[in-house]
T-cell receptor, first 112, second 113 residues
Framework: DGGITQSPKYLFRKEGQNVTLSCEQNLNHDAMYWYRQDPGQGLRLIYY???????QKGDIAEGYSVSREKKESFPLTVTSAQKNPTAFYLCASLAGAADTQYFGPGTRLTVL | GENVEQHPSTLSVQEGDSAVIKCTYSDSASNYFPWYKQELGKRPQLIID?????GEKKDQRIAVTLNKTAKHFSLHITETQPEDSAVYFC????????????FGSGTRLQVQP
């Protein structure tokens, strides 16, 4: 999991602003995922991508967008349409034939 | 879609005692069941996992059991230590399709010295 980086560690957003969270991996993993974690809860899937230039909505995709232009990068944009974006955001990646997902260190987003 | 339920939500044990956390899943197609440990403000760390073709797996003080018929799996920690204190999450996924993890709601384990 040391091969996945997320930035920034903390992010503050004013209402009405879009913000982009970075996720980069150097593990040569094909699949990448974005999860959201609210206090005292488990992780929920926002978006995922199994190959470059392809991505799919997860369980809570409304108000979010992603891109996958490079294998190493899977940025997440939190748009103004996301009504309650304050949460801990975790990116993960998965090798092609393996089961284990490795997580990045997370970005804590707070709406002011 | 898959639904994973986890119990208890909090668990307090004395150092040296055993701790057991239980999860049930809904989709019989799920075939991979990892357990993650998460310390406050940190990323989840995989501690043990099991596939559906295995009934039990052990790694030192940690073991996981799986009952496919009943669709439940459990984490067992023996000889607990204060550093075991954390939030533990179970999860389930399939090796086909999106392969994303569906998480339980977590168990906060407190080991009292």
């Amino acid at each position: 999991d040391g091969g996945i980086t997320q930035s920034p560690k903390y992010l503050f957003r004013k209402e009405g602003q879009n913000v982009t969270l970075s996720c980069e991996q150097n593990l040569n993993h094909d699949a990448m995922y974005w999860y959201r974690q609210d206090p005292g809860q488990g992780l929920r899937l926002i978006y995922y991508s199994q190959i470059v230039n392809d991505f799919q909505k997860g369980d809570i995709a409304e108000g979010y967008s992603v891109s996958r232009e490079k294998k190493e990068s899977f940025p997440l944009t939190v748009t103004s349409a996301q009504k309650n974006p304050t949460a801990f955001y975790l990116c993960a990646s998965l090798a092609g034939a393996a089961d284990t997902q490795y997580f990045g260190p997370g970005t804590r987003l707070t709406v002011l | 879609g898959e639904n994973v339920e986890q119990h208890p939500s909090t668990l307090s044990v004395q150092e040296g005692d055993s701790a057991v956390i239980k999860c049930t899943y809904s989709d019989s197609a799920s075939n991979y069941f990892p357990w993650y440990k998460q310390e406050l403000g940190k990323r989840p760390q995989l501690i043990i996992d099991i596939r559906s073709n295995v009934g039990e797996k052990k790694d030192q003080r940690i073991a996981v059991t799986l009952n496919k018929t009943a669709k439940h799996f459990s984490l067992h920690i023996t000889e607990t230590q204060p550093e075991d204190s954390a939030v533990y999450f179970c999860a389930a996924s399939m090796d086909t399709g999106r392969r994303a993890l569906t998480f339980g709601s977590g168990t906060r384990l407190q080991v009292q010295p």
